[in-house]
């Protein structure tokens, strides 16, 4: 055992604030996804019984620290943000090297760290509740948060310290202590993020991170039973399995999975405008945001000249190592997932038969053969009923969907199974107001694309993408606390409400 991380590429789980190996002593090698003759370093492949030791540090620690004031748990997180900004470029690079997108996304994903310590560390002096009248007399009432307990919280790869980061802080300013068990390919930026919670002075058991794969390390985080309550953010299938895993024991349980976002474009609409922001939304993070823009519905009378534009646009994009300044778009975070950004676009050629106009197949030139690289690819002609409208693709593949009107653009803008984000492009005020009403979605932009969430708002989806819960903002206060309502009396008497009449103040 050690107090610090190693400097050698050996990474460790932090249990109990201390950096240990996994109880088998198994690794496991991750590789940058952009080159992968560059290992990224050996992490532990963890299994229940560390859970289990993480578990009983988190519960031990819960005790002590359910009682440290707010605005104190908050300074914490204010050091932390301190520590993140000096250290903004490094992690940045760290995270283009073990997830391929490129440094200026990366920077963000860090910067969002940043953001949401400053934005929840604030609420430490705030964790509002109400007071409100009671209806007898001299009877007080009010409600307060009190934390929940022992949090799992399990991540995916695609922000690897921004999603940490959203589950993490608020956990922490309401009081609980937890376990996270980041994806298991991009566990160097949750580990970077839990370093600099222990270096700003986080006492030991309050947060413990356990490296390793799904079924082996995350499960065993849903069933203890001594967790209370799991946030997890990841595809709808895994979603599925932790839900019903976590239901036996009515854990708390906040979902965040899939989408299948939609910009529509108007007649009206400003065309470069609404290409700008179908690039950004298509081929940014390598179409690897659960907001990304993976279907444009186009009025007809704009279908030609956007698409014109956008595919010239596509062409024209720089593909390649993340960490050169002048990349636009990096590869597929890991091997399975351009396998399956390959296999949509078979579909899309074959079983849908839609009209691919341009990209469609692997980057293999000099050194992109060592990475996991394909074209930004875009289909046309895409009947909204298709497997490549539908489906959550998660890669640089978009599809073009020709429309009549702003109803029927809404009508195949809500008929996919998720619901997170999605986008007007329109001149028109009341278009716009009107199909803000009418998406069903948790995240709507007027004339900006479908990715841009910032940290202070309510993020999350309806329908297959969430399951009521929203995380970031305020809202995050209501996943990781529960309410407590208080009633005073002060009477010296026994007073029944709804019961006792009220015979006035004689
Ligand atoms: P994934 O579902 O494969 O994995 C997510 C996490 O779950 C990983 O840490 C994984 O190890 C863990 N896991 C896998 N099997 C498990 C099991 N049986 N029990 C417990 N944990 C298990 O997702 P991914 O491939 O890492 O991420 C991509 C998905 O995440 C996409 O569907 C994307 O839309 C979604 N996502 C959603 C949001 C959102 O806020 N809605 C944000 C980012 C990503």
């Not at 405008?273 to 993976?294: D, N, Y």
């Amino acid at each position: 055992m050690s107090k610090e991380q190693p400097a050698f590429t050996t990474y460790q789980n932090y249990i109990n604030g201390e950096w240990v190996s996994s109880r088998s002593g198994e690794v496991y090698e991750n590789f940058n996804p952009a080159d992968t003759r560059q290992s990224i370093g050996r992490f532990q492949d963890s299994t229940s019984e560390d859970i289990n030791l993480a578990v009983a540090a988190a519960k031990e620690a819960f005790e002590k620290w359910r009682l440290v004031p707010a605005p104190r748990r908050a300074e914490i997180l204010f050091k932390a943000a301190q520590i993140i900004v000096d250290r903004k470029e490094e992690y940045a690079r760290e995270m283009t090297r073990e997830m391929g997108k490129v440094l200026k996304e990366t920077r963000g994903d860090v910067q969002e760290a940043i953001d949401m310590a400053y934005f929840i560390g604030g609420e430490g002096r705030r964790l509002y509740g109400q007071t409100t009248p009671a209806e007898l007399p001299n009877k007080f009432a009010m409600s307060v948060r009190q934390p929940v307990g022992l949090c799992g919280l399990i991540t995916p790869w695609n922000f690897p310290m921004a999603i940490p980061s959203w589950k993490i802080m608020p956990a922490l300013v309401c009081g609980n202590t937890c376990v996270i068990k980041p994806a298991e390919s991009t566990p160097v930026s949750a580990i970077n993020l839990v370093k600099v919670l222990h270096e700003a002075g986080l006492p030991k058991g309050v947060v413990n991170l356990v490296t390793g794969d799904g079924p082996k390390a995350g499960e065993p985080l849903v069933k203890h039973k001594n967790v209370r309550l799991i946030s997890f953010t990841g595809s709808v299938e895994v979603g599925r399995i932790v839900s019903q895993a976590a239901a036996p024991d009515f854990k708390h349980c906040h979902m965040e999975m899939g989408g299948k976002n939609v910009i529509i474009v108007l007649d009206d609409a400003n065309i470069d405008l609404a290409v700008e922001g179908a690039v950004w939304g298509g081929f940014g993070t390598t179409g690897q945001r659960c907001t990304a823009a993976s279907r444009v519905v186009l009025h007809k009378k704009v279908y030609k000249e956007f698409l014109e534009k956008f595919v010239a646009r596509a062409r024209a994009l720089r593909v390649g190592n993340g960490l050169d300044e002048s990349v636009e778009m990096g590869p597929s975070a890991n091997e399975s997932q351009m396998n399956t950004v390959l296999r949509y676009i078979e579909i899309g050629k074959n079983e849908d038969k839609a009209t691919l106009l341009t990209g469609g197949e692997r980057l293999t030139e000099g050194d992109l053969k060592y990475g996991y690289f394909t074209q930004p690819t875009i289909f046309g002609d895409v009947d909204p009923n298709m497997r490549v409208a539908q489906e959550e693709i998660f890669g640089p593949v978009v599809s073009l969907i020709p429309c009549d009107s702003l109803e029927q653009a809404v009508e195949i803008g809500n008929n996919v199974q998720y619901g997170l984000s999605a986008a007007i492009y329109t001149q028109d005020v009341n278009k716009a107001f009107a199909a803000m009403r009418d998406m069903y979605t948790g995240i709507f932009y007027v004339n900006s694309s479908t990715i841009g969430a910032e940290v202070h708002l309510p993020f999350g989806g309806t329908k297959n993408t969430g399951n009521g819960h929203r995380e970031a903002g305020t809202a995050a206060l209501d996943l990781f606390s529960e309410w407590k309502s208080v009633y005073v009396d002060y009477s010296g008497k026994l007073q029944k409400a709804q019961i006792d009449e009220w015979k006035g103040t004689e």
